[in-house]
């Protein structure tokens, strides 16, 4: 921790030269470019300018010959000409030194130094370079012969030849027929020094190499505003898709005039629009109920709060179908659904224009009527009555009479929670008291006072976080070893934890639980993130309620959390009630198949408490089913036939693919008896009572890895 904190953090302008970007790419490809280019240049017009120094040394030396000729011939005809050559000589500044030897070229007849150099032991010519430079027979031969004291100096060796011409006689001389003789009478072996305008040469190339560096640096930075200028298009792009991958799709991309960008901007605003559609799409069924087209149960609430606020006087009135389950059991789903359907139909004509209605769940309805005081509902609740009484539902040749009970409340103090509770209170009455009636609710007794500080709690516990996630071990009953945990919802009050017993039919009743269920996928699962990193292992057990099962957004929503928090797939078992499954097969299974096609594992809770549960067991794309004691009486208690149940559902699911978890065991007896079933894993009180979350960590320790 100490070293963390001793790091110092990269400087704002270090992060923004570290940040790859696309400007940042073409002038690193430039610079490079360049940087070889300049590289490339300096090199060849040094080896140019070097070669042609070299040659133009060579031209000079050979252009030298003639007069050094010329100072040298007297050498061989006379003596005592140090003295002319030291002043002859001296005149050329080029000459490091000039030399003459005789005709067998070993002989030194003469020689010039320039003054401060000394004199140095050159390497006698071979005889091969003798024999070529004695050639007469054509024109005069020269050897450039190497100086190894420098670089800079350009020896050669050349012959010294005297030209005469030969005839018969003074009088009888003829030019014409005259003959040349020529005559090797030595060598001259002599060296130019070109230092001076080499160095000269460096410092141009140098001066030169300056100028080239300042005028690729000029170009290197106009180049950068060129490339910013051009690419501005592209980078005024960066802003709206970045707030695209945030989420905001409320302002489209504005259309850009260049001809490469049009295509890609068309693209960006088409995706926010099919976004913009998408989200209307899943809105409108997330506000909507699928069947009737009136509000669902959330949107109802959530529009019904915001009236009560704003508005103050306002009724709800609670309706409840009377004869419904006999026609949806006598007739099938089908007519049940179509039954609900044109009860909205009527509900909505007998009711003001203004008010809101929405299916509750199942046959019950809800009305509410801003701007109205009790009498006023009263004379609505009448209509309505008076609409049942004149409807009749027909199925080919039948015809049922369908009633209902409703329950009138005005709004009070208590805000929408408490006229939740009021109407629902009034629905109640009116049924017991014979149904076909409505019942005005006139104050508030203590179940409904109760149910008020239950909404408080679950409204406060969902706006702060008061929700607690507990975990509660299973374990593999053959080998005792730890191999999930079951992740159980508390609510939190002062010191008291509740379970979810208590609350779990005020939140149903006040259409909360949606919400409720999200706090777990949101926030219980990120709890539970640190200690399933921790501990590959151990799978984390997540129910499912059938209000979220219904989310169109579950499997999206699910998805983002999981990464955000870290947490694998492989790593959650969703539990589903047999009774959400069995409520309504067809919808419930796609949605299962998206969460196993997500890696999640599923499992049913309370399995075999239907017999229709058996039928459908093959369709589930499942890997557990969990027995509860409640199933056999007690695991304590199973007589002969209970065992032979539990072995029959235990061969069934193993054929199916799944394998058993056993609930509520309560003792040592109870382990044994499923370790002789052969049912492999268990949970109970005797197990493990659920704990949070830094006991269920020290409880495993970070070394435990269970094969599954």
Known sequence: MSRQRGKKSPAAWQRALLRPSLVGRILTVLLVWGGLFFLLSVGVGWYTAQEALQHNARQQALDAIPKLDELGTPIYASAGVGEILSSEFSAIPDLVYARYYSASGKELMAQYLRDGVQE??????TYKQLLSLGDTSGEKPYLFAPYAQSDSVVRMVVPIWIRSLSGDGLLAFDMDAAKETVQLIGYM??????SLY???????????????????LLSVLAGR????????????LKEPLQRLAEGEINQPLRSEE????????????????????????????????????????????????????RVGDCVLLFVDLDQFKTVNDRLGHAAGDRLLVEVAALL???????ALVGRYGGDEFCVLLPNTDQSEGVDVAEAIIRGFRDYEFYQGAQSFSIYCSLGVAACRDGGAEQLWSLADKACFKAKSLGRNRYHVSDSMDATSQEQVRWADMLRDALANDRF????????????????????????????QLYPPSLFFPVAERLGMMLDIDHWVIERGLPTAANMARENPGVRLRVNLSAHIIEDALLVPRLRQTLEDAGLAPEQLIFEVAESVLMHNLSAVVPVLEQLRALGCQLSVDNFAMGLRSFQALKQLPISYLKLAGDFVDGWSRLDEVGRTMVGAIRDLASASGQQLIADNLSSERDLELLQELGVPFAQGRYIGAPIGLS??????????EVEQ
């Open 120 to 125: 140095v032991a050159l390497p006698p010519l």
């Open 189 to 194: 072996d002599y060296a130019l020094d070109f």
């Open 198 to 216: 080499q160095q000269q040469l460096w410092e141009k190339i140098g001066k030169g190499g300056v100028l080239l560096a300042l005028g690729f």
């Open 225 to 236: 505003w060129v490339i910013q200028y051009t690419l501005r298009p592209l980078a005024r």
């Open 258 to 309: 260049l001809q490469e960008l049009q295509p890609i901007t068309r693209a960006m605003n088409h995706a926010i629009e099919s976004l913009q559609e998408r989200d209307m799409e899943l809105q409108r069924i997330a506000s909507i109920d699928p069947l009737t087209g009136l509000l669902s149960r959330g949107t109802f609430s959530k529009e019904m709060a915001s009236v009560v606020e």
């Open 348 to 354: 909505t004509r007998c009711v003001p224009l203004e």
């Open 468 to 495: 607690e996630v507990l975990f509660q071990p299973v374990v593999d009953t053959q080998t005792e070893q730890l191999v999930q945990y079951e992740l159980l919802l508390r609510l939190r009050h002062g010191e």
């Open 695 to 704: 006991a269920a960590q020290i409880e495993l320790g970070t070394s435990q």
